[in-house]
Every structure is written in structure tokens, then in C-alpha cells.
């Protein structure tokens, strides 16, 4: 039987939109966020126990949250009232806020779209995690390109048994593989529904569509929902913003948002790269919908998840990130970032193409976010690998049998050549075996 609130929400997304009530798992069916627990009664509390609020569980004194001075004449700058409680298990409202703010304005295709507040997650892989837990059963296909974070195994196949599709990234003309992602959702027709996953900024390769590539995978999305298929289209946008060449420069997730009834648009980002707050784990997902009542559904669905996971996200990073956005000097300081890794990007294009490595590799096409991918030629990718961090000290990252990504995010650009040199050396120390 499920719970009264869970069966509410499910019958708000099937009057709503009823293709998105079949896009849910049979957890996201069953899942729901109390509104009589604790939480809802410290809320009320919040709001009307104005003389004593015994609810809460966090310590308090002189009406403050208890904190220990160790740890607070660190982080002096903030209120212990912005640091040390819980924060809801959507998120601070102001982040929220400021958030979506960001969101429309960066992405003009977002214009008279409706999409949800945008949730606080645990960074993008939590986010991630979201989706998979609501929309994922076991054997419910999950498609991606065969160049793709690892991640994706463990969070779509290992712990929800979807049915990893993979297709080529590239075409033989190293452009974006729109007909394979086609072919790909167009092969779920006997099961109704796929999950896809757009991850650009691509991690390994660093490439992100041009405007042309990107309307052809929109189109590609839509063939398959007039075909009968539900499909979640999921935007990874990790490395958002950080494009450096002529392709997209904004989400896809505005372009799928409203294009078919068959399709959920999600976009999950974060500041964790965007604003380069790694440890801070702050991250968010968003969904697209026409129908309010879905959207609201969603959001409580996805709260409940959070509410049986984590609880709710870490306060301190949620305040300093907001703290960063509302800083008059935060485009500036993060123009200039983006210059430093544009110029890093270019350095590593110009080194390639210089004729100076011979014909030892190729490279796969990059233009945006932290990584490049070298196509090896004659030399195994594990090999060369365990090979240069052995004999010169250099880290790298194998992936298949020839292929080797390099971040360039890390390396300062004066360092890059020698970086490629040593690269190149190694190449030549295990063809010389």
C-alpha cells in the first residue's frame, strides 16, 4: 500500500502530465516527503513557538546555535545562525534564489520556460544519484557515449541495474554522433522509455557541441518521444560555462524543456567546478515542466529521497557559496578564472598542432571544460600510463585501449609543454622496446 502523500503526488504528476508519472521507478512511485514528521512540526514551531521551540534537535544558547570558539574565530565573517544549523532539506531559499537567477540569465533559451527552484543536492554525482533513484529500475535503458565518466556505471548499472546503451561519441568526422544517440533511443521503442544522460562539457574529451550539433540531438530526443518513447533527458553540466571555442554556450537543458510531452528535461549542476568550490558540495537539480503541479510533485518526491539520503545539505558551503554570488566582485574574479583555463586550452591546441610529437597520436576534438583526450597510436594507454608515472612522475588517466586524458585544468600553462614532452617521451621509450 503506498503512503497517502506518495499516492497525492503521484496522482498531481498524472493529471499533470501522465507520461512523467510512467517515467518514475517503483521507488520514485513509492517515495514522498513527510509533512507531519519532524520536520513539518519544527517548521510550525519555527513560525509560531515564539516563547520556547523544544523541537529541533541542535543545541542552542542565549537563543544561538551553540558553537565551539575553535571553530567559530575561523569563520568569523558569518553569523553561527548561517553556519551551524540544519539547512532545509531543499537548500538555503535565498541560494535557491540566486541560483535560478543565474541559471535564466546565462541560458537565454530558459526564456518563458517554466522550471522548477532549483534543489539543493550534496554536489552533481548526488544529483545524479536523484535521478537514477527516481526514474531508474532494473533494466530501464540509461544512454551515454562510450566516452564518459565512470561514474555513470556505478550510479545508473550497479546500484539501480539500468541497462547502460552506449553509442560513439564521435562520427568518423570527429563531429558530435547525433544518429548514434538516435539509433540508440530509437531501440527502446518495445520498452517505452530511456533515460539519457548530456554531459557537456564532455568528461574525458572536453568537446561540447556546436549550435547545429545541438539542435540535431534536441531533434533526436524529440523522434524518439513522438515515437511513443518517454525519455528523461538529463543535462550533466558539470563544467558549465567554461567554453572556450565556437560551440554551445549554454545547457540544452533550455532547448528540451517544453518540446515534447513525452520528454523531462533535468538539469543537474553545481557550483562545484562552475565556481571552482570542489569540497564544498554544492550542487542542484532543476526540472522542466509546463504543469506547475508536476513541478511541485517533483520537488517533493526528489525532497523525499534527500530526506531518507543525506537529510539535507551542508550549511557553512551553502552560505559561502551564496555569500560568492551576491559579491560585487564575483564576475570579475570569475572572468578572470575562466581566461587562465581558456588560456590552457589553447596552449595544449597550439602544442598539438605544431608538427612538433610526429604522428604518435591523434587527439580527440576539445573546446571547452578541464580535460583533452589523446588517441594513441601503436601504444597501449595502460602501458604508457603506469610507464610516466613511474620513470618521469607524470599522472595521467587510461580509458580503454588507446586512449589517454590529460587535465590541463591542473597544470599551469608554463608547465604544459614539458608536461607533452614527457608524454611524448614515454610514447617513444615503449615503441623503442
Request: charged share 20%; with cysteine; net charge negative.
Amino acid at each position: 500500500m503506498l503512503n497517502p502523500l506518495a499516492a497525492q503526488l503521484n496522482e498531481s504528476l498524472k493529471a499533470g502530465n501522465a507520461h512523467v508519472y510512467e517515467m518514475l521507478s517503483k521507488l520514485g512511485q513509492e517515495i514522498y516527503f513527510p509533512k507531519e514528521g519532524i520536520l513539518s512540526q519544527s517548521a510550525e514551531a519555527t513560525s509560531h513557538a515564539k516563547k520556547y521551540n523544544a523541537t529541533i534537535g541542535i543545541a542552542t544558547e542565549q537563543g544561538i546555535p551553540m558553537h565551539l570558539a575553535a571553530i567559530q574565530e575561523k569563520l568569523s565573517a558569518f553569523a553561527p545562525k548561517d553556519l551551524y544549523p540544519y539547512a532545509p532539506p531543499a537548500g538555503k531559499p535565498d541560494l535557491r534564489a540566486a541560483w535560478l537567477a543565474k541559471m535564466i540569465e546565462e541560458n537565454p533559451s530558459l526564456a518563458g520556460k517554466t522550471v522548477s527552484s532549483p534543489i539543493v543536492t550534496n554536489a552533481l554525482t548526488h544529483g545524479l544519484s536523484i535521478v537514477a533513484d527516481l526514474f531508474v529500475d532494473e533494466g530501464d535503458a540509461v544512454i551515454y557515449p562510450d566516452k564518459n565518466w565512470e561514474n555513470y556505471e556505478l550510479t545508473f548499472g550497479i546500484r539501480r541495474h539500468g541497462e547502460l546503451v552506449n553509442y560513439p561519441l564521435f562520427t568518423g568526422d570527429m563531429t558530435f554522433n547525433s544518429d548514434g544517440l538516435r539509433k540508440a533511443l530509437l531501440a527502446q521503442k518495445d520498452k517505452g522509455k530511456a533515460v539519457v544522460l548530456l554531459n557537456f562539457p564532455n568528461n574525458p574529451t572536453g568537446y561540447t557541441p556546436g549550435p547545429g550539433e545541438g539542435e540535431a540531438i534536441v531533434a533526436a530526443i524529440k523522434e524518439a518521444a513522438e515515437a511513443g518513447i518517454n525519455v528523461v533527458a538529463v543535462t550533466d553540466d558539470a563544467y558549465f560555462g567554461l567554453f572556450f571555442e565556437d560551440s554551445l554556450k549554454e545547457s540544452l537543458f533550455g532547448k528540451l524543456a517544453d518540446i515534447h510531452p513525452r520528454v523531462l528535461a533535468v538539469k543537474v549542476d553545481g557550483a562545484t567546478k562552475e565556481e571552482f568550490v570542489w569540497g564544498f558540495r554544492v550542487g542542484f537539480i532543476t526540472y522542466a515542466s509546463q504543469d506547475t503541479n508536476v513541478l511541485a510533485a517533483l520537488e517533493q518526491k526528489t525532497l523525499g529521497i534527500i530526506r531518507a539520503t543525506i537529510s539535507s545539505g551542508p550549511h557553512p558551503s551553502q552560505t559561502f557559496v551564496l555569500d560568492a554570488l551576491k559579491s560585487p566582485d564575483f564576475a570579475a574574479q570569475k572572468e578572470e578564472k575562466f581566461h587562465i583555463m581558456k588560456g590552457r586550452a589553447n596552449k595544449v591546441k597550439s602544442l598539438l598542432d605544431s608538427g612538433k610529437y610526429g604522428d604518435v597520436w591523434e587527439y580527440y576534438p576539445f573546446n571547452s571544460g578541464y580535460f583533452m583526450c589523446l588517441k594513441l597510436k601503436g601504444v597501449s594507454a595502460e602501458e604508457l600510463r603506469s610507464h610516466l608515472i613511474h620513470q618521469y612522475g607524470v599522472g595521467t588517466i587510461a580509458l580503454g585501449e588507446h586512449d589517454l586524458r590529460i587535465a590541463f585544468s591542473c597544470i599551469d600553462e608554463e608547465y604544459l609543454e614539458d608536461l607533452f614532452d614527457l608524454i611524448y617521451q614515454g610514447v617513444q621509450d615503449l615503441q623503442r622496446k
